[in-house]
């Protein structure tokens, strides 16, 4: 495989409709009264599993980013708190912030000048590298993804 495919590849589990339904679809046409509903013995809300997403595709951008980076407590430092919760502009927030997050990995996968396979920085004798960072945070997202449809579908949220 070329660097230019294997560059189109990682993008593609990113951002396009595969083998799993993508982030856009998930959240379109939420019903802002449901943002802060808790289905019955889930610990956490629609809103909650989205900064989820949120947080944890931040994370992996600034493992890959920072030289200095500093690793989360889990699950403490990747969830919100169980009782927070938020109105619709906050909602669109964790919406846009992951979108912005999501095109600046894009933007690093297709860098011609980026290594995909160096090891990053702050991954000491584990030698990850940005191929490695690039299929987890795409296989965490599609499973939390598809978590949100199944949510969705369990309480009749669809359109």
């Known amino acids: 495989m070329d660097n230019a495919e294997l560059r189109r590849q990682l993008t593609n589990m990113l951002t396009e409709r ?15 009264s449901h943002i802060n509903t808790r289905l019955p013995n889930c610990p956490y809300t629609f809103w909650h599993l989205l900064e989820h997403l949120r947080i944890c595709q931040r994370d992996i ?8 980076y500093t690793w989360p407590n889990f699950p403490d430092d990747l969830w919100p708190d169980q009782a927070a919760a938020t109105d619709q502009d906050g909602w669109n927030r964790t919406i846009e912030q992951f979108l912005a ?13 980026v290594d995909l396979f160096a090891p990053l920085p702050n991954s000491g004798a584990y030698r990850h590298s940005i191929v490695r960072e690039i299929a987890i945070i795409a296989t965490h997202n599609s499973y939390h993804i598809g978590e949100l449809a199944i949510m969705r579908s369990v309480m009749g949220l669809w359109p």
């Open 18 to 32: 595969q083998a799993h339904m993508i982030f856009e679809d998930a959240v379109a046409d939420f019903p802002e």
């Open 61 to 68: 951008l600034e493992y890959i980013q920072s030289d200095h």
């Open 101 to 113: 997050d999501r095109q600046q990995l894009v933007n690093i996968i297709n860098d011609p000048d």
